[in-house]
């Protein structure tokens, strides 16, 4: 079954990493590091934050964690 995308599926998109972003960053810089990921995933394997850390800058972006909640590798903190 074909879902068509509405306005609201946008939003939500854009939304909903922010909130996992906001969970995360404990320092509110608008980055997650490793030591704020393993706060929030305690039981993340090993190598979880370096592979969501697609441009291996040291930290999460906005991007980064939409892209790992929208694969599933991290959970949608709205559901």
């Known amino acids: ?4 995308p509405t306005a609201a599926t946008f939003a ?3 939304v909903l990493p922010g909130v996992a ?5 404990a320092n ?3 980055a997650v590091t490793m030591s704020e990921f393993q706060e929030a ?3 993340a394997e090993a190598g ?3 592979a969501l850390d697609t441009d291996a800058d040291g930290a999460l972006s906005e ?4 892209a790992a909640v929208e694969a599933g590798v991290l959970p949608d ?3």
Do not use: V
């Not at 079954?1 to 068509?4: I, P």
């Open 77 to 79: 903190t709205a559901s």
């Open 12 to 14: 939500l998109a854009i």
């Open 1 to 4: 079954m074909f879902k068509t």
């Open 21 to 25: 972003l906001a969970e995360m960053d």
């Open 41 to 43: 995933y305690p039981d």
């Open 48 to 50: 979880t934050f370096s």
């Open 28 to 30: 509110g810089d608008g």
């Open 63 to 66: 991007e980064e964690i939409a």
